[in-house]
């Protein structure tokens, strides 16, 4: 059974799911931070799921990194899936300006992390759900 692992349920708001992934914000309001994690139990690795949700995490990245770039016209998408404190196959998507406070550096260890303000952050969650059209978190 598919469950969420705790450091990234501490550290940002479920928003929805697509077909294969749960969608979270990174609560750190110095960048535009999305996650997805694909709800499929014991996978560390992309080349550890079936083809076809590979294929379908590959489509949900796209379509999720096509949104965040129209919306917050970034002058870069970082994109990684690194798991090195996570284990769980999770994919940042992280909107990158030369004016932010990490900027060229990536966005890790850099500064401590800006929580949103609650109406900021309800306002990222409501344009990501309309944007990307997602469905209530499946339990």
């Known amino acids: 059974m598919w469950t969420l692992d705790s450091q990234l349920e501490a550290d940002t708001l479920t928003v929805g799911d697509l077909p294969l992934s749960r969608v979270l914000i990174m609560q750190d309001s110095q960048y535009p931070w999305v996650i997805l994690v694909p ?10 799921l079936e083809p076809m949700q590979q294929q379908q995490l590959l489509q949900e990245s796209t379509f999720t990194a096509m949104w965040l770039m129209k919306h917050f016209q970034g002058d870069k998408l ?5 798991g090195n404190v996570v284990s769980q196959l999770h994919l940042h998507h992280i909107v990158r300006f030369e004016t932010d406070a990490a900027w060229p550096q ?3 260890g850099v500064h401590p992390a800006k929580p949103y303000a609650a109406d900021e952050l309800e306002a990222f969650s409501a344009a990501l759900k309309e944007g990307l059209r997602l469905q209530a978190p499946l339990s």
């Open 78 to 82: 970082n994109i990684g899936a690194l």
């Open 106 to 108: 990536p966005v890790w």
């Open 39 to 48: 709800r499929v139990a014991g996978v560390r690795e992309i080349y550890e």
